[in-house]
């Protein structure tokens, strides 16, 4: 596959969810961007963009192999012009003790070949910010705020020195707000300061979107940023100020009409997601699957779609494996971490892959683990980007799927209204 147009930003996100929010905030920022899933393969027929966003699902694996998919992504990049690539993670830094954000980091900057690198997961839109080294959400540490118990990759440390310094083999260092209100100078001179004394990456403040800007302009002096959308914006803002690109609208492609069947499945177990599906019980039907008999076996799902199938012709329907987070705990107890993620992620899955074979060609799906799942048995390469439905949530069209015409919707559990589920309806006509 070839691109005609210069490539200016390669990034590499580690889940779909938080690709659709990194590639919707480039398409604000003006560049002219396309999602894809996984390293595309040579006869993928992409439109000519300025942004490519590789979608991994490789937050939670095992961090050698998250590895090597992220160093194939890059070197994918590079091999098609990429001269910045980001390495996007998600705004709440999930990881644990072993990963998989320093490991990644560490062999990204090793084939960059930069002396150090930039690292912040501020995004201030979404109410992530990072001051002196530690994130808040809101108003409240990460340890104090909700999100701090992701089912997989529960984060109880706010302060992302210590937390990325428990995962790296480089030394990590600092720059604080102060160096950040005195512009990109003064942050090129800090870097220098750190690099000089063998830091290899730098958690860096930020509390508004100047900080953002800031953060960008001096992110390409290098070749390798690390963070989540929000230094997408300061990069895409960047980019148009360089003059290197000229600030484009959104593709009308990505917008025109499909119809057809919608239905809605939501697996994250975050509150706001919670929230979500209590909310779209008064505007359509929902069921709730049975954690336990989801694990037992393939009937639970197929109980869903025989309930689906039967109510799609009068309009969308929700399908929810979420829990709260006691629920979760205890189901982890009687069954063991992985074992419940998976069968719940395979379960969504089959379900997914259901409901297309019966004719929903609109599919709105919450939770970052669930979209992984529910992309790779749908077999979809790509993705347009298209309307914003929500601070980080895209309309998406499908590219290059083997079922045709489609749109959709991948959500990160923390994003959204209460309104989410009609909200992205109406745009996904």
Same mark, same amino acid.
């Given at each position: 596959?070839?691109?005609?147009?210069?490539?200016?930003?390669?990034?590499?996100?580690?889940?779909?969810?938080?690709?659709?929010?990194?590639?919707?905030?480039?398409?604000?920022?003006?560049?002219?961007? @396309?999602?894809?899933?996984?390293?595309?393969? &040579?006869?993928?027929?992409?439109?000519? +963009?300025?942004?490519? @966003?590789?979608?991994?699902?490789?937050?939670?694996?095992?961090?050698?192999?998250?590895?090597?998919?992220?160093?194939?992504?890059?070197?994918?990049?590079?091999?098609?012009?990429?001269?910045?690539?980001?390495?996007?993670?998600?705004?709440?830094? &999930? %990881?644990?003790?072993?990963?998989?954000?320093?490991?990644?980091?560490?062999?990204?900057?090793?084939?960059?070949?930069?002396?150090?690198?930039?690292?912040?997961?501020?995004?201030?839109?979404?109410?992530?910010?990072?001051?002196?080294?530690?994130? /808040?959400?809101?108003?409240?540490?990460?340890? !104090?705020?909700?999100?701090?118990?992701?089912?997989?990759?529960?984060?109880?440390?706010?302060?992302?020195?210590?937390?990325?310094?428990?995962?790296?083999?480089?030394?990590?260092?600092?720059?604080?707000?102060?160096?950040?209100?005195?512009?990109?100078?003064?942050?090129?001179?800090?870097?220098?300061?750190?690099?000089?004394?063998?830091?290899?990456?730098?958690? +860096?403040?930020?509390? /508004?979107?100047?900080?953002?800007?800031?953060?960008?302009?001096?992110?390409?002096?290098?070749?390798?940023?690390?963070?989540?959308?929000?230094?997408?914006?300061?990069?895409?803002?960047?980019?148009?100020?360089?003059?290197?690109?000229?600030?484009?609208?959104?593709?009308?492609?990505? &917008?025109?009409?499909?119809?057809?069947?919608?239905?809605?499945?939501?697996?994250?177990?975050?509150?706001?997601?919670?929230?979500?599906?209590?909310?779209? !019980?008064?505007?359509?039907?929902?069921?709730?699957?049975?954690? &336990?008999?989801?694990?037992?076996?393939?009937?639970?799902?197929?109980?869903?779609?025989?309930?689906?199938?039967?109510?799609?012709?009068?309009?969308?329907?929700?399908?929810?494996?979420?829990?709260?987070?006691?629920? +979760?705990?205890?189901?982890?107890?009687?069954?063991?971490?992985?074992?419940?993620?998976?069968?719940?992620?395979?379960?969504?899955?089959?379900?997914?892959?259901?409901? @297309?074979?019966?004719?929903?060609?609109?599919? +709105?799906?919450?939770?970052?683990?669930?979209?992984?799942?529910?992309?790779?048995?749908?077999?979809?390469?790509?993705?347009?980007?298209?309307?914003?439905?929500?601070?980080?949530?895209?309309?998406?069209?499908?590219?290059?799927?083997?079922?045709?015409?489609?749109?959709?919707?991948?959500? %990160?559990?923390?994003?959204?209204?209460? !309104?989410?589920?009609?909200?992205?309806?109406?745009?996904?006509?």
């Amino acid at each position: 596959m070839t691109l005609a147009r210069k490539l200016y930003l390669g990034c590499i996100a580690d889940d779909y969810t938080g690709a659709s929010d990194l590639a919707n905030t480039l398409t604000r920022g003006g560049l002219s961007t @396309v999602q894809t899933i996984g390293v595309p393969a &040579d006869d993928l027929a992409l439109p000519e +963009v300025d942004a490519v @966003v590789v979608s991994l699902k490789s937050r939670s694996i095992e961090a050698g192999l998250a590895v090597s998919r992220s160093r194939s992504a890059e070197k994918w990049l590079r091999g098609h012009g990429a001269q910045h690539v980001l390495f996007k993670i998600c705004s709440t830094f &999930d %990881s644990t003790d072993a990963g998989n954000i320093g490991p990644v980091m560490d062999a990204l900057r090793a084939d960059s070949g930069d002396a150090i690198v930039l690292v912040t997961p501020a995004f201030p839109e979404t109410g992530r910010t990072v001051y002196m080294g530690n994130l /808040f959400v809101g108003s409240v540490p990460l340890n !104090e705020s909700p999100l701090k118990d992701h089912p997989l990759n529960p984060m109880h440390d706010s302060n992302l020195v210590r937390v990325l310094a428990r995962q790296s083999q480089t030394k990590i260092g600092l720059i604080g707000l102060a160096d950040i209100a005195r512009g990109p100078d003064a942050v090129r001179a800090r870097l220098a300061d750190l690099s000089g004394k063998g830091v290899g990456a730098a958690i +860096v403040d930020a509390a /508004f979107d100047r900080d953002l800007e800031t953060i960008g302009a001096v992110a390409l002096d290098h070749r390798l940023s690390v963070g989540a959308s929000g230094i997408g914006l300061g990069l895409a803002r960047a980019l148009v100020a360089s003059g290197k690109i000229k600030s484009s609208v959104p593709s009308a492609a990505a &917008d025109a009409t499909v119809g057809g069947p919608a239905a809605c499945l939501a697996g994250s177990c975050s509150q706001a997601t919670l929230q979500q599906i209590a909310a779209a !019980e008064a505007v359509m039907p929902v069921l709730r699957l049975d954690p &336990d008999q989801v694990i037992a076996g393939k009937e639970e799902a197929r109980r869903a779609l025989a309930w689906a199938r039967g109510r799609l012709g009068e309009g969308p329907v929700l399908i929810a494996s979420s829990s709260t987070p006691d629920q +979760v705990a205890a189901l982890q107890s009687r069954h063991g971490r992985d074992a419940v993620g998976h069968a719940i992620e395979q379960a969504m899955a089959d379900i997914a892959e259901g409901l @297309v074979e019966s004719g929903v060609r609109r599919l +709105v799906v919450a939770g970052g683990e669930t979209s992984g799942a529910v992309v790779d048995r749908l077999g979809i390469p790509g993705f347009l980007v298209g309307a914003e439905i929500a601070a980080g949530v895209p309309v998406l069209r499908a590219v290059g799927a083997a079922n045709g015409e489609m749109l959709l919707a991948l959500k %990160s559990g923390n994003f959204g209204g209460p !309104e989410f589920f009609s909200d992205a309806l109406k745009l996904m006509r």
